[in-house]
């Protein structure tokens, strides 16, 4: 097939600049480059296209490549990840095909606390939650329960999220309400602190679902007593992950009903939340077998060695497999 890559850059560049999977590794776009090669390998004929700022050069593009499908890689407009759902917004006007999910659910998902309002009325185990208005902050939280956890209500890839998120008493939690308003300018979400273990559960597909093998994160030196939780630097610092022992695996010890809980409860988000294409649900399992959902993830790392691929490997299926098949969830 004819395929037009789309992925969002922090500065303008030449509408017509090619990209290999070399040159986006050296700009550090690990997820863009696996996708490249891995497409050009599959024997499709890839072109590429950053987006920055300018709607026009997407729409010329488009004209121009005529594609059979947009594989669509971007998370951003003008730098502004608020503007995500605008992308393939205007690849449905154009009558496009696009990889992915849509509008409605990446509308849905960035905003944490509508996605939780969303699943409450399912019943969806959810942490007891409240939101902090950016234009009318919350100045009490006394009836709260505490440790909390807070956290931007918008962003993405734990940004926002360290150490100080963990709050222990109200004083705590709104030190870190009026820290998170005024840096990232947006609603906060305050939500019960889940003790238990972290895992991710992805899902492939629009119509039929394939849920993968969970994927667990591990704090193998963080003392006993500290709470454990994925933070920027968890997430994305490979120093401070090898100083704490912090990786990425197959979930451990699950028994079979508990995994059967979870194809279940995955399906069931990924569909309420309007996702498709791909997805991962983020969840806590604690210690006496209730699963918490945190959060939904529509279009999550591609990258070969993130939790996704690496589910899909541990479910039998190589990457090659993977990315094609994601080419034809293509709506």
Request: hydrophobic share 40%.
């Given at each position: 097939?004819?395929?037009?890559?789309?992925?969002?850059?922090?500065?303008?560049?030449?509408?017509?600049?090619?990209?290999?999977?070399?040159?986006?590794?050296?700009?550090?776009?690990?997820?863009?480059?696996?996708?490249?090669?891995?497409?050009?390998?599959?024997?499709?004929?890839?072109?590429?296209?950053?987006?920055?700022?300018?709607?026009?050069?997407?729409?010329?593009?488009?004209?121009?490549?005529?594609?059979?499908?947009?594989?669509?890689?971007?998370?951003?407009?003008?730098?502004?990840?608020?503007?995500?759902?605008?992308?393939?917004?205007?690849?449905?006007?154009?009558?496009?095909?696009?990889?992915?999910?849509?509008?409605?659910?990446?509308?849905?998902?960035?905003?944490?606390?509508?996605?939780?309002?969303?699943?409450?009325?399912?019943?969806?185990?959810?942490?007891?939650?409240?939101?902090?208005?950016?234009?009318?902050?919350?100045r009490s939280l006394k009836?709260?329960?505490?440790?909390?956890?807070?956290?931007?209500?918008?962003?993405?890839?734990?940004?926002?999220?360290?150490?100080?998120?963990?709050?222990?008493?109200?004083?705590?939690?709104?030190?870190?309400?009026?820290?998170?308003?005024?840096?990232?300018?947006?609603?906060?979400?305050?939500?019960?602190?889940?003790?238990?273990?972290?895992?991710?559960?992805?899902?492939?597909?629009?119509?039929?679902?394939?849920?993968?093998?969970?994927?667990?994160?591990?704090?193998?030196?963080?003392?006993?007593?500290?709470?454990?939780?994925?933070?920027?630097?968890?997430?994305?610092?490979?120093?401070?992950?090898?100083?704490?022992?912090?990786?990425?695996?197959?979930?451990?010890?699950?028994?079979?009903?508990?995994?059967?809980?979870?194809?279940?409860?995955?399906?069931?988000?990924?569909?309420?939340?309007?996702?498709?294409?791909?997805?991962?649900?983020?969840v806590r399992l604690t210690?006496?077998?209730?699963?918490?959902?945190?959060?939904?993830?529509?279009?999550?790392?591609?990258?070969?060695?993130?939790?996704?691929?690496?589910?899909?490997?541990?479910?039998?299926?190589?990457?090659?497999?993977?990315?094609?098949?994601?080419?034809?969830?293509?709506?």
């Open positions: 097939m004819k395929i037009l890559v789309l992925f969002d850059v922090a500065r303008r560049r030449d509408p017509h600049e090619t990209f290999s999977a070399e040159s986006l590794k050296q700009e550090q776009k690990p997820t863009e480059a696996d996708v490249l090669q891995c497409l050009q390998r599959l024997g499709h004929d890839v072109e590429t296209l950053a987006v920055f700022d300018d709607v026009t050069h997407i729409v010329e593009r488009l004209r121009a490549c005529a594609p059979d499908v947009v594989f669509n890689l971007s998370e951003s407009f003008h730098h502004d990840r608020s503007h995500e759902p605008n992308i393939p917004a205007l690849l449905e006007l154009m009558k496009v095909r696009y990889t992915g999910s849509g509008a409605d659910a990446l509308l849905l998902c960035k905003d944490k606390a509508l996605a939780k309002k969303v699943l409450s009325y399912h019943r969806v185990r959810l942490p007891r939650f409240v939101v902090s208005h950016r234009l009318s902050p919350l009836r709260f329960t505490y440790p909390a956890f807070v956290k931007p209500v918008c962003e993405e890839s734990s940004d926002g999220i360290s150490k100080a998120s963990f709050v222990r008493d109200e004083g705590e939690a709104i030190e870190r309400i009026r820290f998170i308003h005024q840096k990232f300018e947006c609603d906060v979400l305050i939500e019960a602190y889940i003790e238990g273990r972290e895992l991710y559960v992805s899902v492939l597909g629009t119509r039929r679902l394939t849920v993968f093998p969970p994927r667990e994160i591990f704090f193998e030196h963080v003392p006993e007593d500290v709470p454990k939780f994925a933070t920027f630097h968890a997430k994305w610092n490979e120093s401070y992950r090898k100083k704490w022992g912090i990786t990425n695996g197959p979930a451990k010890d699950l028994p079979p009903a508990m995994q059967k809980s979870l194809r279940k409860l995955a399906r069931n988000v990924y569909r309420w939340l309007k996702i498709r294409g791909f997805g991962r649900l983020d210690p006496n077998g209730e699963l918490f959902v945190i959060e939904a993830n529509p279009n999550p790392s591609l990258a070969q060695d993130e939790d996704f691929a690496q589910s899909a490997a541990a479910a039998g299926m190589n990457y090659d497999s993977l990315i094609q098949a994601i080419l034809e969830t293509a709506y």
